[in-house]
Protein backbone atom coordinates (compact mmCIF):
# COMPACT_ATOMS: atom_id res chain seq x y z
CA UNK A 1 0.00 0.00 0.00
CA UNK A 2 1.34 3.65 -0.69
CA UNK A 3 2.62 5.54 1.89
CA UNK A 4 0.07 8.77 2.11
CA UNK A 5 2.14 11.74 2.30
CA UNK A 6 0.82 15.50 4.05
CA UNK A 7 1.52 18.32 2.84
CA UNK A 8 3.08 20.57 4.88
CA UNK A 9 1.93 24.63 4.67
CA UNK A 10 3.52 27.48 6.38
CA UNK A 11 1.62 31.15 6.19
CA UNK A 12 3.27 34.43 7.06
CA UNK A 13 2.98 37.87 7.69
CA UNK A 14 4.21 41.08 8.94
CA UNK A 15 2.52 43.37 11.40
CA UNK A 16 3.47 46.84 12.93
CA UNK A 17 4.00 45.83 16.48
CA UNK A 18 1.70 48.02 18.59
CA UNK A 19 -1.25 47.44 20.79
CA UNK A 20 -3.86 48.16 17.70
CA UNK A 21 -2.63 45.69 15.91
CA UNK A 22 -2.72 42.48 18.84
CA UNK A 23 -6.17 41.80 17.82
CA UNK A 24 -4.66 41.32 13.76
CA UNK A 25 -1.88 39.06 15.18
CA UNK A 26 -4.36 37.21 17.40
CA UNK A 27 -6.63 36.13 14.20
CA UNK A 28 -3.93 34.91 12.25
CA UNK A 29 -3.26 32.35 13.88
CA UNK A 30 -6.68 31.33 14.77
CA UNK A 31 -7.70 30.94 11.18
CA UNK A 32 -4.60 30.13 10.20
CA UNK A 33 -4.07 27.02 12.35
CA UNK A 34 -8.29 26.00 11.63
CA UNK A 35 -7.57 26.23 8.36
CA UNK A 36 -4.59 23.51 8.30
CA UNK A 37 -7.33 21.78 10.42
CA UNK A 38 -6.24 21.82 13.70
CA UNK A 39 -8.92 21.93 16.48
CA UNK A 40 -10.15 24.77 19.19
CA UNK A 41 -8.01 23.71 21.83
CA UNK A 42 -5.13 22.75 19.90
CA UNK A 43 -5.02 26.23 18.08
CA UNK A 44 -5.99 28.11 21.61
CA UNK A 45 -2.41 27.26 23.34
CA UNK A 46 -0.80 29.12 20.20
CA UNK A 47 -3.14 32.35 19.83
CA UNK A 48 -3.07 32.47 24.15
CA UNK A 49 0.68 32.52 23.30
CA UNK A 50 0.37 34.77 20.71
CA UNK A 51 -1.99 37.26 23.00
CA UNK A 52 0.73 37.12 25.78
CA UNK A 53 3.86 37.83 24.28
CA UNK A 54 2.41 40.68 22.00
CA UNK A 55 0.85 42.36 24.86
CA UNK A 56 4.10 41.83 26.88
CA UNK A 57 6.56 42.73 24.51
CA UNK A 58 4.61 45.24 22.91
CA UNK A 59 5.50 47.32 25.72
CA UNK A 60 9.11 47.26 25.55
CA UNK A 61 9.49 47.94 22.13
CA UNK A 62 11.33 51.34 21.00
CA UNK A 63 10.07 53.96 18.29
CA UNK A 64 8.48 51.83 15.38
CA UNK A 65 8.78 48.52 14.68
CA UNK A 66 7.54 45.37 13.46
CA UNK A 67 6.47 41.81 13.66
CA UNK A 68 7.02 38.71 11.63
CA UNK A 69 5.12 36.07 12.15
CA UNK A 70 5.59 32.15 10.44
CA UNK A 71 3.08 29.53 11.31
CA UNK A 72 4.20 26.15 10.05
CA UNK A 73 1.90 23.12 9.49
CA UNK A 74 4.14 20.49 10.09
CA UNK A 75 1.74 17.40 10.28
CA UNK A 76 1.83 16.12 14.01
CA UNK A 77 2.65 19.93 15.03
CA UNK A 78 2.37 23.34 14.64
CA UNK A 79 5.11 25.55 14.78
CA UNK A 80 5.40 29.44 15.14
CA UNK A 81 8.04 31.53 15.08
CA UNK A 82 7.80 35.38 16.18
CA UNK A 83 10.52 37.62 15.14
CA UNK A 84 11.13 41.06 16.26
CA UNK A 85 13.88 43.93 17.20
CA UNK A 86 14.81 44.36 20.88
CA UNK A 87 17.55 45.11 23.05
CA UNK A 88 17.64 42.88 26.28
CA UNK A 89 13.86 41.63 26.49
CA UNK A 90 13.20 40.37 29.83
CA UNK A 91 12.54 36.46 29.24
CA UNK A 92 12.82 35.05 33.34
CA UNK A 93 9.61 34.06 33.33
CA UNK A 94 10.03 31.46 30.58
CA UNK A 95 11.91 29.64 33.07
CA UNK A 96 10.31 26.65 35.50
CA UNK A 97 11.42 28.35 38.51
CA UNK A 98 9.53 31.51 38.24
CA UNK A 99 6.72 32.01 40.34
CA UNK A 100 3.54 34.68 40.77
CA UNK A 101 2.96 36.39 43.91
CA UNK A 102 0.08 38.58 44.75
CA UNK A 103 2.43 40.67 46.50
CA UNK A 104 4.86 41.23 43.86
CA UNK A 105 3.41 43.44 40.77
CA UNK A 106 6.83 42.71 38.92
CA UNK A 107 5.84 39.14 39.49
CA UNK A 108 2.54 39.92 38.21
CA UNK A 109 3.27 41.67 35.38
CA UNK A 110 5.30 38.77 34.08
CA UNK A 111 2.30 36.45 34.22
CA UNK A 112 1.75 36.85 30.11
CA UNK A 113 5.10 35.30 29.38
CA UNK A 114 4.73 32.48 31.93
CA UNK A 115 1.17 31.67 30.70
CA UNK A 116 2.33 31.64 27.06
CA UNK A 117 5.17 29.29 27.75
CA UNK A 118 3.12 26.92 29.38
CA UNK A 119 0.57 26.27 27.19
CA UNK A 120 3.17 25.36 24.33
CA UNK A 121 4.12 22.17 23.53
CA UNK A 122 7.92 23.57 23.32
CA UNK A 123 9.67 26.68 23.04
CA UNK A 124 13.09 27.98 22.08
CA UNK A 125 15.21 31.74 21.74
CA UNK A 126 17.56 32.23 18.65
CA UNK A 127 19.25 35.68 18.77
CA UNK A 128 20.29 37.01 15.78
CA UNK A 129 22.11 40.36 14.60
CA UNK A 130 20.90 44.00 15.38
CA UNK A 131 19.29 42.91 18.02
CA UNK A 132 16.61 40.35 16.11
CA UNK A 133 14.70 37.99 18.64
CA UNK A 134 12.98 34.81 17.57
CA UNK A 135 10.38 33.01 19.52
CA UNK A 136 10.04 29.22 18.21
CA UNK A 137 7.07 27.45 19.47
CA UNK A 138 5.30 24.05 18.88
CA UNK A 139 1.79 23.08 19.44
CA UNK A 140 0.92 19.10 19.47
CA UNK A 141 -1.85 18.31 17.25
CA UNK A 142 -4.18 15.79 20.03
CA UNK A 143 -3.33 12.31 19.87
CA UNK A 144 -4.97 9.54 21.91
CA UNK A 145 -2.48 7.20 23.98
CA UNK A 146 -1.65 3.85 22.81
CA UNK A 147 -4.06 1.24 23.21
CA UNK A 148 -3.25 -2.25 24.24
CA UNK A 149 -2.90 -4.86 21.29
CA UNK A 150 -1.55 -8.47 21.42
CA UNK A 151 1.78 -9.25 21.17
CA UNK A 152 3.36 -11.75 18.67
CA UNK A 153 3.22 -15.32 19.95
CA UNK A 154 6.40 -17.29 21.05
CA UNK A 155 5.69 -20.31 18.26
CA UNK A 156 6.02 -18.21 15.37
CA UNK A 157 7.73 -20.08 12.80
CA UNK A 158 7.64 -18.55 10.17
CA UNK A 159 10.85 -16.83 8.41
CA UNK A 160 11.82 -13.16 8.86
CA UNK A 161 10.88 -10.32 6.63
CA UNK A 162 11.68 -6.70 6.15
CA UNK A 163 8.34 -4.95 5.87
CA UNK A 164 8.82 -0.90 4.94
CA UNK A 165 5.54 0.69 6.67
CA UNK A 166 2.32 2.95 5.99
CA UNK A 167 1.31 4.85 8.53
CA UNK A 168 -1.18 2.17 9.55
CA UNK A 169 1.75 -0.36 10.02
CA UNK A 170 3.64 2.29 11.99
CA UNK A 171 0.69 3.37 14.32
CA UNK A 172 0.14 -0.49 15.43
CA UNK A 173 3.86 -1.36 15.45
CA UNK A 174 3.71 1.95 17.92
CA UNK A 175 1.24 0.38 20.20
CA UNK A 176 2.83 -2.78 20.26
CA UNK A 177 6.01 -0.91 21.52
CA UNK A 178 4.23 0.82 23.89
CA UNK A 179 2.39 -2.98 25.42
CA UNK A 180 5.67 -4.51 25.49
CA UNK A 181 6.90 -2.34 28.02
CA UNK A 182 10.45 -1.99 26.12
CA UNK A 183 13.10 0.69 27.61
CA UNK A 184 13.97 3.69 26.10
CA UNK A 185 10.59 4.44 24.09
CA UNK A 186 10.55 7.58 22.63
CA UNK A 187 7.52 9.96 23.84
CA UNK A 188 5.98 9.59 20.44
CA UNK A 189 5.68 6.25 20.19
CA UNK A 190 3.17 6.38 23.39
CA UNK A 191 1.11 8.25 20.73
CA UNK A 192 0.82 5.91 17.76
CA UNK A 193 -1.04 8.43 15.76
CA UNK A 194 1.83 11.22 15.75
CA UNK A 195 4.05 8.24 15.08
CA UNK A 196 2.24 7.72 12.19
CA UNK A 197 1.75 11.44 11.16
CA UNK A 198 5.39 12.18 11.54
CA UNK A 199 6.24 8.99 9.39
CA UNK A 200 4.20 10.57 6.76
CA UNK A 201 5.90 14.11 6.68
CA UNK A 202 9.40 12.44 6.21
CA UNK A 203 10.11 13.43 10.43
CA UNK A 204 10.11 10.27 10.89
CA UNK A 205 11.57 7.04 9.11
CA UNK A 206 11.14 3.59 9.77
CA UNK A 207 11.84 -0.32 9.70
CA UNK A 208 9.56 -3.02 10.31
CA UNK A 209 10.39 -7.10 10.62
CA UNK A 210 7.52 -9.43 9.92
CA UNK A 211 7.23 -13.08 10.83
CA UNK A 212 4.18 -14.01 8.87
CA UNK A 213 1.35 -11.66 9.61
CA UNK A 214 2.83 -10.57 12.53
CA UNK A 215 5.45 -7.45 13.21
CA UNK A 216 8.03 -9.37 15.69
CA UNK A 217 10.09 -5.75 15.89
CA UNK A 218 11.29 -2.53 14.21
CA UNK A 219 13.63 0.49 14.03
CA UNK A 220 13.06 4.24 13.79
CA UNK A 221 15.60 7.20 13.02
CA UNK A 222 14.60 10.90 12.61
CA UNK A 223 16.56 13.49 12.22
CA UNK A 224 18.46 15.10 15.39
CA UNK A 225 19.62 18.28 13.75
CA UNK A 226 20.40 19.31 10.05
CA UNK A 227 23.26 17.24 10.09
CA UNK A 228 22.83 14.36 12.61
CA UNK A 229 20.33 11.89 12.81
CA UNK A 230 19.09 9.71 15.96
CA UNK A 231 18.37 6.12 16.03
CA UNK A 232 15.63 4.47 18.15
CA UNK A 233 15.38 0.35 18.58
CA UNK A 234 15.51 -2.34 17.57
CA UNK A 235 13.05 -2.87 19.47
CA UNK A 236 11.88 -7.22 19.33
CA UNK A 237 9.02 -8.60 20.42
CA UNK A 238 9.70 -12.03 20.27
CA UNK A 239 12.93 -14.26 21.09
CA UNK A 240 15.66 -13.21 18.34
CA UNK A 241 18.29 -16.08 18.34
CA UNK A 242 22.00 -14.96 17.27
CA UNK A 243 20.26 -11.32 16.86
CA UNK A 244 19.09 -12.20 13.60
CA UNK A 245 16.18 -9.85 13.68
CA UNK A 246 18.45 -7.09 14.67
CA UNK A 247 21.12 -7.60 12.56
CA UNK A 248 18.71 -7.51 9.49
CA UNK A 249 16.59 -4.21 10.51
CA UNK A 250 20.23 -2.96 11.56
CA UNK A 251 21.99 -3.89 8.21
CA UNK A 252 19.43 -2.44 6.29
CA UNK A 253 18.46 0.83 8.21
CA UNK A 254 21.99 1.52 8.19
CA UNK A 255 22.75 1.34 4.69
CA UNK A 256 19.70 3.60 3.75
CA UNK A 257 21.29 6.20 6.09
CA UNK A 258 24.83 6.07 5.04
CA UNK A 259 23.41 7.13 1.57
CA UNK A 260 21.73 10.31 2.75
CA UNK A 261 23.05 14.12 3.25
CA UNK A 262 23.37 13.23 7.07
CA UNK A 263 26.83 13.52 8.55
CA UNK A 264 26.06 11.37 11.39
CA UNK A 265 24.17 8.83 13.17
CA UNK A 266 23.60 8.42 17.32
CA UNK A 267 21.64 5.91 19.12
CA UNK A 268 21.72 6.65 23.10
CA UNK A 269 19.20 3.78 24.83
CA UNK A 270 20.85 0.83 26.38
CA UNK A 271 23.71 -1.53 25.39
CA UNK A 272 23.65 -2.56 21.47
CA UNK A 273 24.64 -6.22 21.10
CA UNK A 274 27.16 -6.38 18.23
CA UNK A 275 27.45 -2.38 18.22
CA UNK A 276 31.34 -2.83 17.10
CA UNK A 277 29.51 -3.51 13.46
CA UNK A 278 27.70 -0.08 13.27
CA UNK A 279 28.76 2.47 15.78
CA UNK A 280 31.73 3.66 17.62
CA UNK A 281 31.10 3.65 21.24
CA UNK A 282 31.14 7.06 22.69
CA UNK A 283 30.59 6.99 26.86
CA UNK A 284 28.02 5.25 29.39
CA UNK A 285 25.86 7.31 31.82
CA UNK A 286 24.52 5.62 34.69
CA UNK A 287 21.67 6.96 36.35
CA UNK A 288 20.86 6.75 40.40
CA UNK A 289 17.70 5.67 42.52
CA UNK A 290 17.29 3.20 39.32
CA UNK A 291 17.23 -0.86 38.97
CA UNK A 292 15.54 -1.51 35.74
CA UNK A 293 17.18 -1.00 32.63
CA UNK A 294 17.06 2.41 31.81
CA UNK A 295 19.45 3.33 34.90
CA UNK A 296 22.24 3.36 31.84
CA UNK A 297 22.23 4.73 28.86
CA UNK A 298 24.63 4.18 26.44
CA UNK A 299 25.78 6.70 23.56
CA UNK A 300 27.01 5.21 20.51
CA UNK A 301 27.74 6.94 17.02
CA UNK A 302 28.66 6.42 13.29
CA UNK A 303 30.57 8.87 11.30
CA UNK A 304 28.52 8.96 7.84
CA UNK A 305 30.09 11.57 5.91
CA UNK A 306 34.34 12.76 6.12
CA UNK A 307 34.50 15.31 8.64
CA UNK A 308 35.09 19.38 7.06
CA UNK A 309 36.37 20.58 10.51
CA UNK A 310 34.92 23.47 12.32
CA UNK A 311 35.98 26.35 14.83
CA UNK A 312 34.72 26.31 18.81
CA UNK A 313 34.98 28.88 20.84
CA UNK A 314 34.72 28.51 25.20
CA UNK A 315 36.11 29.25 28.22
CA UNK A 316 38.94 27.28 30.69
CA UNK A 317 36.97 23.96 31.75
CA UNK A 318 35.26 23.24 28.71
CA UNK A 319 38.14 24.25 25.90
CA UNK A 320 40.42 21.70 27.98
CA UNK A 321 37.61 19.01 27.84
CA UNK A 322 36.73 19.07 24.33
CA UNK A 323 40.20 19.16 23.32
CA UNK A 324 41.46 16.07 24.75
CA UNK A 325 37.50 14.77 23.29
CA UNK A 326 38.21 15.79 19.82
CA UNK A 327 41.65 14.39 19.82
CA UNK A 328 40.02 11.03 21.43
CA UNK A 329 37.31 10.95 18.53
CA UNK A 330 39.77 12.71 16.15
CA UNK A 331 37.57 15.16 15.02
CA UNK A 332 38.96 18.02 13.22
CA UNK A 333 37.68 20.55 15.09
CA UNK A 334 39.98 23.75 16.77
CA UNK A 335 39.02 25.16 20.34
CA UNK A 336 39.70 28.43 21.20
CA UNK A 337 39.68 29.90 24.29
CA UNK A 338 37.30 32.72 24.90
CA UNK A 339 36.76 35.10 28.23
CA UNK A 340 33.39 36.00 28.74
CA UNK A 341 32.56 39.51 29.84
CA UNK A 342 29.87 39.60 32.52
CA UNK A 343 29.21 43.52 31.48
CA UNK A 344 27.97 42.42 28.13
CA UNK A 345 25.28 39.18 29.63
CA UNK A 346 21.72 40.01 29.61
CA UNK A 347 20.81 40.58 33.74
CA UNK A 348 18.55 36.79 33.32
CA UNK A 349 19.53 33.64 31.69
CA UNK A 350 16.38 31.26 30.89
CA UNK A 351 16.52 27.54 30.85
CA UNK A 352 14.02 24.76 29.41
CA UNK A 353 13.63 21.40 31.08
CA UNK A 354 12.50 18.28 29.66
CA UNK A 355 11.62 15.80 32.46
CA UNK A 356 11.17 11.74 32.07
CA UNK A 357 9.68 11.30 35.67
CA UNK A 358 9.77 7.17 35.25
CA UNK A 359 13.98 7.72 35.11
CA UNK A 360 13.89 10.54 37.93
CA UNK A 361 15.77 12.51 35.17
CA UNK A 362 15.65 16.27 33.81
CA UNK A 363 17.38 17.10 30.84
CA UNK A 364 18.65 21.09 31.01
CA UNK A 365 19.03 23.18 28.29
CA UNK A 366 20.39 26.77 27.98
CA UNK A 367 17.97 28.96 26.31
CA UNK A 368 19.65 32.41 27.19
CA UNK A 369 22.91 33.25 29.01
CA UNK A 370 22.53 35.74 31.47
CA UNK A 371 24.52 36.95 34.21
CA UNK A 372 22.88 35.06 36.87
CA UNK A 373 23.45 31.83 35.25
CA UNK A 374 24.71 29.48 38.32
CA UNK A 375 22.01 30.86 40.43
CA UNK A 376 19.09 30.28 37.86
CA UNK A 377 21.04 26.68 37.34
CA UNK A 378 20.56 25.86 41.91
CA UNK A 379 16.81 27.14 41.58
CA UNK A 380 16.48 24.92 38.94
CA UNK A 381 18.00 22.33 40.66
CA UNK A 382 16.25 23.29 44.14
CA UNK A 383 12.81 22.56 42.80
CA UNK A 384 13.15 19.93 40.55
CA UNK A 385 14.76 18.00 43.73
CA UNK A 386 11.52 19.19 45.86
CA UNK A 387 9.55 17.21 42.96
CA UNK A 388 11.68 13.93 43.18
CA UNK A 389 14.00 14.41 40.08
CA UNK A 390 17.12 12.80 41.05
CA UNK A 391 19.24 13.15 38.07
CA UNK A 392 20.22 15.55 35.55
CA UNK A 393 21.65 16.32 32.78
CA UNK A 394 22.75 19.59 30.95
CA UNK A 395 23.13 19.29 26.64
CA UNK A 396 25.73 22.01 25.49
CA UNK A 397 25.52 23.09 21.67
CA UNK A 398 29.31 24.03 20.81
CA UNK A 399 27.59 26.32 18.06
CA UNK A 400 25.86 28.93 19.89
CA UNK A 401 27.27 31.12 22.14
CA UNK A 402 24.28 31.34 24.50
CA UNK A 403 25.01 27.59 25.58
CA UNK A 404 28.63 27.85 25.95
CA UNK A 405 28.54 30.77 27.86
CA UNK A 406 26.95 28.25 30.82
CA UNK A 407 30.29 26.28 31.13
CA UNK A 408 31.75 28.11 34.04
CA UNK A 409 28.49 28.13 35.60
CA UNK A 410 27.73 24.70 35.25
CA UNK A 411 30.80 24.06 36.90
CA UNK A 412 30.71 26.18 39.69
CA UNK A 413 27.09 24.39 40.33
CA UNK A 414 28.71 20.80 40.52
CA UNK A 415 27.94 19.93 36.45
CA UNK A 416 30.66 17.71 34.88
CA UNK A 417 31.31 17.45 31.29
CA UNK A 418 31.02 13.70 30.35
CA UNK A 419 31.00 13.09 26.73
CA UNK A 420 30.04 14.41 23.04
CA UNK A 421 27.89 13.84 20.43
CA UNK A 422 29.24 15.16 17.27
CA UNK A 423 27.10 17.00 15.06
CA UNK A 424 23.93 16.75 17.64
CA UNK A 425 23.49 20.33 17.81
CA UNK A 426 24.40 23.57 16.22
CA UNK A 427 27.43 22.17 16.41
CA UNK A 428 28.57 18.84 18.63
CA UNK A 429 26.17 18.29 21.57
CA UNK A 430 28.48 18.25 25.12
CA UNK A 431 26.63 16.38 28.03
CA UNK A 432 26.98 17.52 31.69
CA UNK A 433 25.74 15.37 34.42
CA UNK A 434 25.65 16.42 38.26
CA UNK A 435 27.10 14.31 40.97
CA UNK A 436 25.22 10.85 41.03
CA UNK A 437 25.50 10.16 37.38
CA UNK A 438 28.53 7.80 36.56
CA UNK A 439 30.23 7.74 33.50
CA UNK A 440 31.73 4.10 31.97
CA UNK A 441 34.19 4.94 29.88
Not at 81 to 108: G, H, K, Q, V, Y
Not at 188 to 205: E, I, Q, T
Request: charged share 20%; net charge negative; glycine share 8%.
Amino acid sequence: MKQQTILQQSATTRVPFSASFLALAMEFIDKGAHGFGYNDRETGGLVLAMEELFSFYVQQVAGESAMEIELEDQGYRLALSLAFRMANPDMRAFNLTWNISPDSEESLAMLGPMIAARSVSSLRLDFGTNEQVVLRMTRDRDYAQARPVPLPPVDLAAPLRLLEPTADDLSHFAAMATASGAPFLPPFLSRPGMAADMLSVDHLNALLVARGDWIVGGVLWRPLTDSCLELYGPYMFTADPDDHGLTLLLDEAVGRISRSVYRGLVRRQGPLAGHERFFDFLGELALSGLSDATARSTYYYRQLKEESGGVVYCTGSLAAFLGDQYDRLCLPRQVRETVIDPSRLRPASVLAVELEPARSLAIIRPLCAGKDMAANLTAHLDLLRSEGIGNFLVEINTGRSEDTAFATALEETGFVPRLVIPDAGQGDLVIFDHPGGDLVA
